[in-house]
C-alpha cells in the first residue's frame, strides 16, 4: 500500500513541473505541496507507520 501511494505521489510531483504546457502558469505552489507529501510519505515509510 505505501509503495503504491509513494509511486502515485511521484508522479503527481512530476505532472505538476511547471515545465509542462498545461502547467506553466502555475508557478511552484503544487511541486512543494506535492514535494512535501513525498516527504511525509518517505519519512513514514521509514519509520514503519505505513
Known amino acids: ?5 509513494l509511486i ?6 512530476i505532472g505538476v513541473l511547471p515545465t509542462w504546457n498545461h502547467s506553466r502558469n502555475w508557478g511552484y505552489a503544487p ?8 516527504l ?4 513514514m515509510l521509514v519509520t514503519g507507520r505505513l
Not at 500500500?1 to 501511494?5: E, F, K, S, V, W
Open 31 to 38: 511541486v512543494s505541496i506535492t514535494g512535501i507529501l513525498v
Open 40 to 43: 511525509v510519505l518517505i519519512f
Open 1 to 5: 500500500m505505501g509503495t503504491i501511494l
Open 8 to 13: 502515485i505521489l511521484v508522479l503527481a510531483l
